[in-house]
């Protein structure tokens, strides 16, 4: 799996060695893994996804890394509104959709 394995790890602060050891392997097992000189089992790739706190989809390089980032904030958006009672979430969306009623509140700051 060659991807953005590298990339991962390091935007995880790890090196070769910390990154190894967290998943209990050779330091050169690991590298050929890092190069795409050997295959790596899924469990493994899901082992370091969870150890760099990425995506799969990152790790295989089928998205960015600001595909990841964006992901990962909509995660945290979602996971926020799922700790909020029922009253709390029915609140929060008639008070979006109030919002959205508004023609300045439907303009997306961000372009999306």
Known sequence: MKGNFKEARKHAGLSQDDAARALGIP???FGSWERGEREISAVDAMRIADIYG???DYLAGR?????ERA???KKRVI???DALTD???KML???CAVLLGNPDCRKDPHGE
Do not use: H, P
Not at 63 to 67: L, M, N, R, T
């Open 27 to 29: 330091s050169r097992t």
């Open 54 to 56: 990425c995506s799969l």
């Open 63 to 67: 998205i960015s890394w600001e595909e």
């Open 71 to 73: 992901l990962a904030r």
């Open 79 to 81: 996971g926020s509104f």
């Open 87 to 89: 009253r709390a979430q």
């Open 93 to 95: 969306v008639d008070y």
